[in-house]
């Protein structure tokens, strides 16, 4: 889709490519022992000398974050490797207290997926780049002292299980961006991986947004947009970073690779910092972690324990609703009439009401099946996480 000004001679297309981070359903932290229960928990009360990054203290992998992983893999049609490693991502950040994260870069748990997305202008599909899991930082917390203005660090979601979903740069509206946000936060709680609930911050939507004439190959300066704590929100802050490039690119002022937040109050982005690469991070194999082999059947037998998901569930509840063939012309034409009048919006809407109150249902069935994934020494705890 291209975006023109009123007698501007060039069209620039919009390229978004979306990155959203998911906490975990798993009843402890990715790497430690510390309860992953942290909504009533007192600050810094769930915390351990692994999850404080304290020297010497080494981490063990949490089996069920990794079969979350590999079941959402299943899920969005990805391939999953024989063997995945851990990488550490090297930066400086208060809420980070090792210096360094421990994520996943060149060996993801899940790569080349897709999603098929609902939109006012029919299907699409939305192509996966990777799903890998990595632990979340601690979370900072700015306020007043004294009429000081200070950062208040809370460690209890250090170390907590996060998966992060990066989808190819193939979206070119905004309203796509937040159906692809929506549809995969129902596919995520129908095979019971997260609550992922956007208020909480259990999932979070960043979006990479850029412009580029229309009919050019290569891509215009990226722009990643955070902050956005509601579908309504990502909508609202992409259709306003897409308005805010196209004006600048047009006025002649340069673009900056960057971050911006987003402030739903006054309806636009604003500047956080400048945007690293991926060679700033600096990612090396974990030393601590020796890889992780995956064993063939357990995909297999992944794949048999899903429930029902949402893609298929809204075919099969299209197909009985659908004009039943009779020999009365005249009835199959008045309830072909019927089936027509009933907005895609109510339908939708219906849909998804049905689905989440099956959920919880769903996520049981998916937790009955175990994760056979074995290790190349390393050691997994106890599957009840």
Not at 5 to 14: D, I, K, L
Not at 112 to 133: C, D, M, P, Q, Y
Request: proline share 6%; glycine share 8%; net charge positive.
């Amino acid at each position: 889709m291209g975006l023109a000004t009123p007698g501007a001679g060039v069209v620039f297309e919009p390229i978004i490519g979306i990155e959203i981070h998911v906490q975990l359903r798993t009843a402890s932290k990715m790497f430690c022992g510390c309860s992953n229960d942290i909504g009533d928990a007192a600050p810094n009360a769930n915390t351990c000398p692994v999850c404080l990054g304290l020297p010497g203290a080494l981490p063990v992998i949490n089996r069920e974050a990794v079969r979350h992983v590999l079941a959402t893999g299943v899920a969005i049609e990805a391939t999953t490797p024989e063997v995945t490693r851990w990488d550490r991502k090297n930066y400086f950040y208060p809420d980070l207290p090792k210096g360094y994260q421990i994520s996943q870069y060149e060996l993801p748990l899940a790569s080349n997926g897709r999603l098929v997305v609902e939109t006012s202008r029919g299907s699409f599909e939305v192509g996966i780049t990777r799903a890998h899991l990595e632990e979340d930082t601690a979370r900072l917390q700015h306020t007043r002292i004294d009429g000081r203005r200070v950062s208040l660090l809370d460690y209890d979601r250090s170390g907590a299980p996060l998966m992060e979903i990066v989808t190819d740069p193939v979206i070119h509206d905004a309203e796509t961006a937040r159906r692809y946000a929506e549809e995969l936060r129902l596919l995520l709680l129908t095979i019971g991986a997260s609550h992922a609930a956007m208020e909480s911050g259990q999932m979070r939507v960043e979006a990479n947004v850029s412009l580029r004439p229309a009919g050019s190959e290569a891509f215009g300066t990226r722009v990643e947009v955070k902050n956005m704590n509601s579908f309504r929100s990502v909508e609202r802050a992409i259709e306003y970073e897409i308005a805010r490039q196209e004006s600048a690119l047009r006025a002649g002022e340069p673009l900056i690779q960057e971050t911006r937040g987003w402030d739903d109050a006054a309806g636009r982005t604003y500047v956080m910092r400048v945007k690293e690469s991926s060679e700033d991070y600096r990612y090396f194999p974990e030393p601590d972690l020796p890889p992780l082999v995956l064993d063939p059947a357990s995909n297999a037998a992944l794949r048999a324990s899903l429930p029902e998901l949402p893609a298929a569930r809204r075919v099969r509840s299209r197909a009985r609703i659908s004009p039943v063939a009779s020999g009365s012309s005249s009835t199959s034409a008045s309830t072909g009439d019927l089936s027509a009048g009933v907005s895609r919006k109510r339908r939708k809407r219906a849909s998804r009401e049905l689905e989440t109150s099956r959920s919880g249902r769903a996520a049981r069935a998916a937790r009955a099946s175990a994760c056979s994934a074995s290790t190349a020494g390393s050691t997994l705890l106890p599957s009840a996480r």
